[in-house]
């Protein structure tokens, strides 16, 4: 265990738990408006302040760490669940006309820009939570495909692999049964890694107000709205923000605690 | 005076105690080999001398060169006498040099590091090293990368560096391991001559007795780090006191009595067998070529014999090996089980008869499983694999057989050693009963006294289930004792095909009589040290 994986596995715990106690208790409703109590710098009462509906930033900072962690939690879930079988299959069958489609195919998804992409796809389809979801899972199956035909191929040159093929074994059940365990590790230092950079796409994607439509609260768009009172109210920008970046700081020294926690071979090297 | 004088030389990292109390010396112009088996200790002495421990290691006693008390130098000092006093030839030649700078620059390195030679000089100098280690200036110009040589002109390269300014001390570790033997004698040949022209000290560090037979003037045997015996070559070969040392030799020169084959009827028949592999093209349009790793190879295998494949490496024992067992497909030809055909398609009738067991018993099993889930894999090829107390009944007698506990079952493999390992490998093979069992190289990553175990075993194996196997080796003296018959294959071709005992008394092809003559061979020792 180091530090890294300490802090990290410290810092989402704190978003993680935050978003699930917001089903069941915020201090605020996270929609009420109370225009009196409007732009209120933090205090006792509203306790990270209020925006300029008189909306409690603590409740929305809660329910909009929901909304990231539902956004990048699916989108992780699209990459990894399409990304992962497509790399083992190209793996398996290395060379062939089957291996050389996907890895195209992924190299033409890589070829774009993903968040110029993503605001394509939900300009066209529409704005919305489950469309920036969408756009965002479909740039991270290239991302797995890759990592796990990657790892996949060194391991079909070991002898144990050799040793079930000589068994009789089939490469489908040569992927699940040898080959995805001993790959394990990668993929969740992985997911964590694109589990961080899809809170930032989502942040990214309702920033310019194509991400979850309101009264759904989200970071990217607290950011947004904060941005013209930003000289008079700059708690309104700073507090999303900081929101932000503990998240992806969190969860990314977590992927690197992860890394060199669960990598033998890094153990040994300390 | 005493080049090298290592006295009470003892070493620890952590709580673990490499070295004990090590004392050995060497002096001008003589060879002296440290020998024993993996975990001995003899690499950790090299690198002592060198200077090259781990940060942890804490050491006492005393190493000194030429008066020179090494382990009370600084790091910078250290820096100024490896290379100039101290020169080191690793094992690995296909890592041990930088594969981006040319080979002309590599050996300018340590004499411009040293600022002995300004550079024109220096690469003049860089230029008569490789002559002198036989890379000539027609053939290995200065620009050559490391990738355009062989293992053994990359070593030639390595010790071209490790000699360029005349040290006075040469570390060889396990220098030719990696080497082919007919590689092996010439590099060895070539460190001999050096030792003798420069009046060098040389440590060579090797596992193999049959190289420090020949090439040392005086031998240290060690064992968990602690020096066991030392002597004269001549001496100490005829008059071994520990018993380690004589068990180490019996076990080098371990011979087998295999039981006799039955009455000859095919099993395994190769007819014509050819494998190409596409090379990179050269162009965009250009069709790929080809190289013919097996080139209209023929032999059959019978029924109850134990057949020996031997050949150097790049040789294509491993492609031939890999097509027998259906991995890879063939360009024509074919192979035959018992008159079925082998093809890259998965055919549970042929996977049934057919196992194999392969050189690296660290690669070879899945970490994350047990043994008995590792040894009933191939149980997945029969129609009714045997369940609940059949299954457990099964596991535990091919564990007795090959010579492990039933209680291993539960185990993970790396709870092993890498004896034990190649045992789990063989039980893997073995589980099924299959007709006919490939050994790649399965001796070959093993100490000796463990591989003359595994070699004993074998022959039990043989008597109890009257196994059929191809024996794929590059070791001359193992094919020896556990084959009856042998193939000698040279680039794809099979050069050479009798009995055993008749290739080895009466080699016919010259390959075959070049790959004898290089192998070292341990002298006939008359004391008998079994």
Known sequence: ?270 | MTLLDITNLSLRIGTHEILKEVSLSVEAGEIVAITGESGSGKSMTAFSAMGLLPETATTSGGISLCGTDLLAQSEAQMCDLRGQAIGMVFQEPMTALNPVKTIGDQVMETILIHKALPPDQARARARELLDRVGLSADRFPLGRFPHELSGGQRQRVVIAMAIALRPKLLIADEPTTALDVTTQAQILELLRDLVREFDMGLMIITHDLAVVADLADRIVVMRHGEVVETGATQTLLHNMQHPYTKMLFAASNHQVTLPEPPAPSPLLEVKGAVRDYPLPRKNLFAKPEHFRAVKDVSFTLYRGERLGLVGESGCGKSTLTRAILGLEPLQSGEICLDGMAITTTQNPEIRRRMQVVFQDPFGSFNPRHRVDRLITEPFYTLIAPPTGSARSDLIAETLRAVGLQPEDAQKYVHQFSGGQRQRIAIARALITRPELILFDEAVSALDVSVRAQILDLLVELCEAYGLSYLFISHDLSVVRTITDRCLVMQKGEIVEAAATEEIFANPKHPYTRALIAAAPQLPELDQGAA
């Open chain 1, 1 to 270: 265990m180091t530090r890294n994986l300490i802090l990290g596995t410290g810092l989402s715990s704190l978003v993680v738990l935050a978003a699930l106690v917001s089903f069941i208790w915020t201090p605020f409703d996270h929609t009420a408006m109370d225009i009196p109590a409007k732009l209120q710098q933090p205090n006792g009462n509203h306790w990270l302040g209020t925006d300029h509906f008189g909306r409690d930033i603590f409740s929305m900072i809660m329910v909009g760490a929901r909304t990231s962690i539902a956004v990048a939690l699916v989108a992780v879930g699209i990459g990894m669940g399409l990304g992962v079988p497509l790399g083992l299959a190209a793996a398996a069958n290395k060379g062939s006309w089957l291996d050389e489609i996907i890895m195209r195919a992924n190299d033409l998804v890589f070829a774009f820009p993903s968040l110029v992409i993503a605001i394509l796809i939900t300009a066209i389809f529409g704005a919305g939570a489950i469309n920036a979801i969408a756009a965002i899972g479909i740039f991270n199956i290239p991302v797995f495909a890759r990592i796990t035909r990657g790892a996949a191929l060194s391991l079909w040159e070991r002898e144990f692999i050799l040793a079930a093929r000589v068994a009789g074994k089939g490469a489908a059940r040569i992927s699940g049964e040898h080959i995805l365990p001993n790959i394990a590790n990668l993929l969740i230092v992985q997911g964590t890694i694109q589990f961080s950079l899809g809170i930032l796409a989502e942040a990214g994607l309702s920033y310019v107000g194509l991400g979850a439509q309101p009264p759904t609260p989200s970071w990217g768009r607290m950011l947004a709205d904060a941005q013209t009172m930003v000289s008079f109210a700059p708690h309104l920008a700073l507090i999303p923000g900081s929101a932000i970046v503990i998240t992806v700081l969190g969860l990314n020294l977590m992927g690197d605690g992860l890394r060199d926690w669960l990598d033998p071979k890094l153990r040994l090297a300390r």
